[in-house]
Structure formats: structure tokens, C-alpha cells
């Protein structure tokens, strides 16, 4: 008898976990691109200092550089783990210190209130991680940040084998949201601040939006 059983070829349960992050976080963006495009085309998101650009589609983002590892389907080497294995093969690219540093991240949040529609506040811009420490398992950041209320710092931990991050945003009076967030093939998706006082974020590159 084996002791173990054998790998059938589908998802184990921390998998799973991570299939339900990740599926969540495409269906978050293909969600924020439509309602966020949707509100900047009718001018329901408000201007400020920089102007609001529509969140990038498949069509504008390098998988080509994020998928660098990829390999021809059917090959030997992943038949074991088939449905997890997309899951995260954009890992080892994006929460590299030199892609997480290259460039300059954007995105927006929204305010959610029980019972009311979701609010957007202006672009996030200005971001451009620093990596602060570098580990086998995760890296530390720290960037600016410009919103509608102003300045901010941000910082925090980029963990490498998951794709979560968990990330404080202090703006220049003290005060502070958490972000707790997760990488997918898309860009930095998550939420902030907590059940009652919060919402939605997506962070993406500059380089992938439209021009
Ligand atoms: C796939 O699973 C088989 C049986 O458990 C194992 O012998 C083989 O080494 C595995 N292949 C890879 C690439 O992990
Ligand atoms: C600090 O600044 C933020 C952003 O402008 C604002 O939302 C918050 O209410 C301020 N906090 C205090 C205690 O003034
Ligand atoms: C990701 O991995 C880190 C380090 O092992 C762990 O602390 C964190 O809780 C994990 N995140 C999730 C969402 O499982």
C-alpha cells in the first residue's frame, strides 16, 4: 500500500485555495476594467493632477515576459500538476525585485458601503517600488504614492512563493490602511482598509494601459 495517495493529477486543497485567489482576482479586474472604463468614459471619476486612464486588457499586457517559463502543453514535466500549474507560473517573474521595480504602478480603489454602489476615487499614480530586502521567500517594498487625498508612503512584503502581498498605506498625517492583496497574471489586486471602512484596489504597470 502506498503510504501516500497517488497524485491524480488534481488540485490538492492548498491549490484550490489558490485557484479560488486567483480566479477571484480575474474576475475582480475583468470587473474593474469594465466599471472603471464605463466611469471614466461618463465622466463619473474625478480628475486629479494626472489624468485617469483606462485600465489595460489582455490584449496590452507582456504575458509573453511574465509567462517566460512557459511550456508546450502536454509536455512530460507538467502533466503532474495540470490545473494548478497556471496558477503560478507568473510568480517567479512578478514578484521579482527587478519586475516589481521597473516602472511605474497605477490603479484605482473603490469605497464600498453596504447597500450602496461602489464609489471610485480618482488614479492612484506615482508608484514605483523600491526593493528594501531581498529573500528566497519574500521581498520587502517601499514606494510613494499619489491619490486624491494626497501624497502617501507605502510598504511592506511581497511574498514570493504565493504571490500575496501585504502592504501599509500611510498617508502624510499618520494615518493608515492595510492592503492585503494578492499578485495575479494582471497586476496587484486586492482589498483595503476593513469590512466596514473599505474596498477594492488594482494596480497595474503604466506601461500596459492603452495609450
Ligand atoms: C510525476 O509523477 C510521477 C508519479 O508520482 C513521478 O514518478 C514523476 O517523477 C513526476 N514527474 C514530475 C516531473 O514531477
Ligand atoms: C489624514 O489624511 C487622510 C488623507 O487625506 C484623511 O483621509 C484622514 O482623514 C486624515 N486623518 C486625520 C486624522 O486628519
Ligand atoms: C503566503 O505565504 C506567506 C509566507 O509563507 C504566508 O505568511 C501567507 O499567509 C501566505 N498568504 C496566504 C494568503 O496564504
Redesign the pocket.
Known sequence: MPDQAPNNGFVDEDDMHWMKVIMCGVLITGMFRRIVSLSIDQGRVQTHQEPNLIPPSARNIPFEVIYSSIEPPFSSSRSNDSASWFLTKHLPVMTSPDFLADGEWIGYYCHVRVGRQPTWDPMMHGINFEITADYADHCAVRSRGD????P?SLFGTVHKQNGSLQITKQ?????TWQWSAVMTPFGIVGSWGSSIWGGWFWLWKRSWSPA
Open positions: 491619490d486624491a487625498y494626497g502617501s498617508y502624510e498625517n499618520g494615518t
